[in-house]
């Protein structure tokens, strides 16, 4: 029914009342463009009530569940005009009985406009036919048409249609509406998966009950799977119903690599192929079938596989290599050369090896005669620290200078290598070998740190390569977070392997990531690492090569002149906190690649001298509107070449597993203060005496400036002794001019014996010279280690870029809201992102582990009451109701012993843990 009112959202289901207060309809919707208002007749529903009811009266009490019986035929109708059904072809005596035993006032009758694939109509009615009667009773409305179905569940009807005016019958079987309407779906990583339901079957043209994805999740999203795409096949074998899918995803192993065929419905006619990855890690529950339960009105959870199957068996052994195994060694007891052949070593002792490429998902054998050949033809001593202050780990590359110009793929048996073009520089050919294209992928179920996007492409460089290991240099805007998964493939060798982050910076814009090179095979000879060239600095006006590689995986170069090569970074917090690169200088070319090309800057013969990094920035509008930005500089190479001198030369760190071998990872000592340069001729303005003026002028000519500060990281040693606006004038009486002279000083620290952790720092101070102590902090590369997803929403230690605000709820600090989740009850309740949690029922929550025994004693249903304090300072009190049932607590936390991101549950009712 229509009417001419302007009802409002959210009115939708109010009765609608006559002027004898009787209840005639329902309100079901409105058009917001005119004053009109749909309504709802009751007739349907006073049915329902009266089943319900009749029911209830037989039981002497309420069910378990009602039944109320649903017929369809899987048939769309249309109710046109009688003017439109005669050039339908329908004859008049037709409808001149029609008009004749209908009510009056009637204009039209029922045609079929569509019929759903393999239906009970399907062969049988076509669009355009008539409807005339059905069980002999003539039939031009939609409510007698449902009533009839609806009385007829799986029993035969007599359909009379007419089909370009000739008379047709036709038996059709009516079935239950809710044998096709989903009552239970999967859960895989994120995905949501049902039976195609009969409304999105008749939209799309697709026969009910095919596999349906609802919600792509992480897994499918991530190998390009849309939203309702329809899988047609996995890993090479028919899916029909779900029960197939679960049946193949069970024996598959977590990490698989298997190929999915799907069909959308915008493109039907052509099935779509992809490559689909096998979440190797536990970020999310294993695979559950959600069932609706019609007494409780719930959605129970149960496990979709069986324990022993092997998508489930393979999460409890997932990771490298169990942390209680003998083959895990500690690198304080073996040498850096000791331990380069003993993980391929305990391998062989098994006499067996696993690896996994794009063709094949996990080989499990013998080592055959050419494997083990190639084996010891690429065992050579790697060099940890070569001659002229250059780092390199796989041979020297000084043999392509001499004409040389391809891979080994002939002597090792690579007929894949690629070959190098002739006409390219003799340092794209020299540097080609270690170039690495990054593919990065970051759950949305555990964005940690304010990273803004779940997908990063960028070039990295190998800069250590190894028989056991090998690590790659990358910028932090295509490696943000170490929750995530990275591929790399290789410009010298046409391959595909998974890499682990192993350190991430805090300060300057670089992470190291580790690859297992045995899983290249072949290609293990021809990757080579890059020479690392620290030494000398970069000057303005050197000649560099830019080199780096397109999308797919073609080498670049370029050759450009440095027009500065110590540039300050000065990138502001963007509006959700997250890694910006301080203290930092960079290099600035006069020609490059546009700002989406990273890559390495090296000198003619190859030697790595920066690298060409992607930074991520945030420009704004006006008051309210911001826009994600990137730009690319040059960073100079020697912070890189430090990081791995410690860890190939095994410097004292938290110890971690990398590829099977127990590694330590090496401390960054830092002075947590954000500072940028001011020119002398500025500071002299400020104050500063003519004698800093000169002794700094002299110490650094070509920048003549003076560090001041910008503000200092909330928690650190030095955030009350220095201030806003402060110049560091020198540390141990040296004069500082620059970001590297205080990273110098905090190294020497480590270098000392008796070093206490403290500068000894001379500082200008609204016109006063002042000497002052100031502590250094110690952080180590592993980013954040653990998160809490509560009540819906992402809850972690507060990150680096959250305290470089200068600002922590003096609560304890608390703990930090990263993001949350819609339909959550956070969602529902109002604690979104951006802010501290500091109490929960008056009860301080300054730390995660506090946290975490706090929300363990909350029950299922129970209001909490949270005290918050946002990014701005202004705290806040609401309550929120827990559901314990939809959104169990748990957590995420990262294994160094076992180099695996273990999900453990916190608090859940024991039917969702089952």
Not at 724 to 752: V, Y
Not at 770 to 789: A, H, L, P, S
Not at 890 to 904: V, Y
Request: net charge negative.
């Amino acid at each position: 029914m229509q009417a001419a009112s302007g009802t409002k959202g959210g009115s939708s289901g109010s009765p609608v009342v006559d002027c004898q207060g009787r209840a005639v309809a329902l309100n079901a919707g409105s058009k917001s463009s005119s004053a009109s208002a749909f309504f709802l007749p009751l007739e349907r529903v006073v049915r329902a009530l009266n089943l319900i009811r009749d029911s209830w009266e037989a039981f002497g009490s309420k069910p378990e569940s009602d039944y109320i019986p649903r017929g369809t035929l899987q048939v769309t109708f249309q109710h046109k005009g009688f003017e439109e059904t005669r050039r339908l072809g329908l004859r008049n005596e037709t409808e001149q009985m029609v008009r004749l035993v209908s009510p009056s006032g009637e204009t039209g009758m029922l045609v079929v406009d569509s019929v759903v694939p393999e239906g009970p109509a399907h062969k049988h009615l076509e669009p355009g036919d008539v409807l005339v009667r059905i069980n002999g009773e003539v039939v031009t409305q939609f409510l007698t048409m449902e009533t009839l179905l609806d009385d007829s569940v799986s029993r035969e009807i007599d359909l009379l249609i007419e089909r370009g005016g000739t008379p047709l019958t036709v038996k059709l079987e009516v079935e239950d509406l809710h044998s096709i309407t989903p009552n239970h779906f999967l859960e895989v990583s994120g995905a949501v998966i049902h039976p195609l339901s009969y409304q999105q079957a008749r939209n799309f043209r697709f026969k009910c009950g095919l596999v349906y994805v609802a919600e792509a999740g992480y897994m499918l999203s991530r190998a390009s799977v849309p939203r309702h795409a329809i899988i047609k096949k996995l890993a090479g074998e028919d899916i029909e119903n779900l029960g197939d899918l679960i049946a193949v995803i069970s024996k598959l192993s977590r990490g698989a690599r298997v190929p999915l065929e799907y069909v959308k419905y915008t493109d039907r006619y052509r099935n779509k192929s992809v490559l689909v990855t096998i979440d190797r890690h536990e970020w999310y529950a294993s695979p559950q079938i959600y069932t609706r339960n019609d007494a409780t009105g719930l959605w129970t959870a149960e496990p979709a596989m069986l324990p022993e199957s092997p998508f489930i068996a393979s999460a409890h052994h997932a990771g490298p290599i169990d942390a209680n195994s003998n083959s895990v060694s500690s690198l304080a007891e073996s040498s850096p050369m000791d331990l380069k052949c003993q993980h391929e070593s305990d391998n062989l002792a098994d006499g067996c090896i696993k690896t996994q490429t794009d063709d094949e998902v996990v080989v499990d054998g013998s080592h055959s005669s050419e494997d083990s050949l190639i084996e010891k033809k690429r065992r050579r001593v790697d060099e940890e620290i070569a001659a002229e202050g250059t780092i390199s780990s796989s041979g020297d590359l000084d043999e392509l200078k001499g004409g040389a110009l391809r891979h080994l793929s002939s002597v090792d048996g690579s007929d894949l290598a690629r070959t190098i073009s002739s006409n390219a520089s003799l340092a794209e050919q020299v540097i080609e070998p270690a170039l690495v294209m990054f593919e990065v992928h970051v759950p949305p179920v555990c964005m940690l740190d304010g990273v803004h996007s779940q997908h990063f492409f960028g070039t990295g460089v190998v800069i250590y390569h190894s028989d056991c290991l090998g690590l790659v240099a990358v910028d932090r805007n295509t490696v943000a977070v170490s929750i995530s998964d990275i591929m790399l493939s290789f410009a010298a060798y046409p391959i595909e392997i998974p890499g682990e982050v192993v350190f991430l910076h805090p300060v300057h814009n670089f992470a190291l990531v580790a690859y297992d090179p045995s899983a290249l095979g072949a290609g293990a000879s021809v990757v080579r690492s890059a020479k690392l060239f620290p030494e000398p600095a970069l000057r303005r006006g050197d000649s560099v090569y830019l080199v780096g590689l397109s999308r797919s995986l073609q080498a670049t170069s370029r050759k450009s002149i440095i027009t500065n090569p110590c540039t300050a970074v000065n990138i502001g917090s963007a509006d959700c906190p997250r890694y910006r690169a301080i203290n930092m200088e960079v290099i600035e070319l006069d020609t490059d690649f546009g700002s989406t090309f990273s890559g390495i800057l090296t000198d003619e013969q190859g030697r790595v001298q920066a690298l060409w990094a992607s930074f991520s920035t945030q420009l704004k509008y006006g008051c309210s509107s911001s826009e994600d930005h990137q730009f690319v500089r040059g960073i100079p190479i020697y912070a890189i070449s430090q990081v791995l001198e410690k860890i190939i030369s095994g410097t004292p760190g938290p110890f971690r597993i990398i590829n099977g071998i127990r590694r330590p990872i090496p401390f960054v000592r830092l002075l947590e203060v954000e500072l940028y340069p001011t020119l002398l001729s500025k500071a002299r303005s400020y104050g500063l005496s003519d004698s800093w003026v000169q002794a700094l002028a002299k110490k650094d000519p070509v920048r003549r400036q003076v560090l001041r500060v910008k503000g200092c990281l909330a928690g650190s040693k030095a955030e009350k002794l220095l201030e806003q606006g402060d110049m560091i004038l020198a540390i141990n009486k040296e004069p500082i001019t620059c970001f590297l002279d205080i990273e110098n000083a905090c190294q020497k620290l480590d270098q000392a014996d008796d070093s206490d952790g403290v500068l000894n720092m001379t500082i200008f101070r609204q016109g006063k010279e002042i000497d002052i102590i100031v502590g250094t902090d110690v952080r180590d590369g592993n980013g954040t280690t653990r998160m809490v997803n509560w009540c819906g929403c992402i809850i972690q230690d507060p990150h680096s870029a959250v305290r470089a605000l200068g600002f922590l709820p003096e609560e304890g600090h608390g703990v930090y809201v990263a993001r949350w989740c819609h339909g959550s009850p956070v969602h529902r309740y109002g604690l979104y992102a951006l802010q501290w949690i500091v109490e929960v029922n008056g009860k301080p929550t300054p730390d995660l582990e506090t946290f975490i025994q706090v929300v363990k004693g909350l029950e299922n249903g129970e209001f909490v009451r949270v005290r918050t304090v946002h990014l701005n300072g202004k705290p806040r009190v609401l309550t929120l109701k827990q559901d314990l049932h939809y959104w169990p607590t748990w957590e995420l936390r990262f294994e160094p012993e076992t180099a695996t991101w273990k999900r453990g549950i916190i608090k859940a009712l024991q039917s969702t843990v089952a």
